[in-house]
């Protein structure tokens, strides 16, 4: 019993930094990708995704599978840095579902010289090895 409660103890001690990290290690990916977006660099933007033909990115157009069709999708959308703008991502929201996989909502932003768009999006993070991948995407 006394073994029990030591286990809990510890468990609610360790739990919270484990927590903690993950959400830490998922807004670095958001931010590298707003880094990247600012600097006009898809690619760079597109490494927060999971480079693989599973990847959905979901949005008023419709669904896409795929890394490569998302970001060809973004790069007809956004052919230069002009039209894409300074994005920055706000009311940002983590949740752990599981060890390896995260939900995270929040909003978004886009301004250019000519217009300001905006909207929200929810996302789901896997984890592969030490890195935080979207495996999932809906943006609104």
Known sequence: MKFIKYVLKVSFIILPFFVFSQKKDILSVMKSQEKSWNNGDLKGYMKGYYQSDSLIFVSKHGITYGWENTLSNYQKAYPNKEKMGILSFSDIKVKRLKRDIAFVMGKWKITTDETTMSGVYSL?????????RIISDHTE
């Open 124 to 132: 789901i993070f896997r984890k592969f090895g030490k890195d935080w």
